[in-house]
């Protein structure tokens, strides 16, 4: 796989004018995120428009329901012929269960991917909000484990527990990296950072790259900048 296909840049505009806007920007990415933020704005609209660009789709919503509901979105969502869809592992075995057996049957089959846990949250936030006893890499190990147990195809982690994850859960469970920061840009709420190649060669399969592109001066510059180095490694 190219460097340049192996990242994927988010959508995180407020609108489908913004969203358009973007997409005209950088003809050169092939795989784009849609987060909550923009499909609650323009429903199926965008993703319509990205397959009408042949792109490929992260329709990241991070489903986290009881079984039944989670089921039906997972099947509704696939209908759309996304790449990836991602639900909470927390959500629970039933939920992830039913959220594999529901698209099953579905003429476009997404890749499903668990949230371990959001990379916004750091150690602290872990123990002492969410209450949570397992250290922090140990946490997101158990949730990759738990989510693969069960029958989803990968993961969203952070690429500071990408390595041990990819030693773990072995080569074809697919690990999505947020957290992404080149080292010549800010982190902002990302705690777990890692530079793009520092990723890769942990073991992350795809990179979540989004204001390092998205904000810069020039996009197409740092999404260049960004592919290069990952060339070199």
């Given at each position: 796989m190219s460097p340049a296909n192996q990242v994927i840049v988010p959508l995180d505009v407020p609108n489908l004018t913004e969203a358009i806007t973007l997409l005209d920007k950088l003809p050169q990415v092939s795989f784009w995120k849609v987060g909550l933020e923009l499909?609650?704005?323009?429903?199926?609209?965008?993703?319509?428009?990205?397959?009408?660009?042949?792109?490929?789709?992260?329709?990241d919503l991070k489903f986290h329901d009881i079984p039944n509901t989670v089921a039906g979105a997972c099947r509704s969502a696939s209908e759309y012929g996304?790449?990836?869809?991602?639900?909470?592992?927390?959500?629970?075995q039933t939920a992830l269960k039913a959220a594999t057996k529901?698209?099953?049957?579905?003429?476009?089959?997404?890749?499903?991917?668990?949230?371990?846990l959001l990379t916004s949250l750091n150690v602290r936030e872990l123990a002492f909000d969410l209450k949570v006893s397992l250290d922090l890499p140990k946490y997101v190990l158990y949730m990759a484990i738990f989510a693969q147990k069960y029958g989803l195809n990968g993961a969203v982690c952070s690429p500071r527990e990408v390595s041990q994850l990819r030693q773990v859960c072995g080569n074809d469970f697919l690990l999505v990296c947020p957290g992404i920061r080149p080292s010549w840009f800010y982190n902002g709420d990302q705690r777990r950072v890692?530079?793009?190649?520092?990723?890769?060669?942990?073991?992350?399969?795809?990179?979540?790259?989004?204001?390092?592109?998205?904000?810069?001066?020039?996009?197409?510059?740092a999404w260049e900048k960004i592919c290069e180095e990952l060339e070199i490694g």
């Open positions: 499909f609650t704005a323009t429903g199926p609209s965008i993703l319509t428009i990205l397959k009408e660009r042949k792109k490929r789709i992260f329709l996304v790449d990836f869809l991602t639900l909470h592992a927390t959500a629970g529901a698209i099953n049957n579905t003429a476009s089959r997404p890749q499903l991917l668990a949230i371990t890692m530079t793009p190649s520092e990723a890769i060669k942990a073991g992350a399969d795809y990179l979540v790259i989004g204001r390092p592109i998205t904000m810069a001066n020039d996009p197409i510059a």
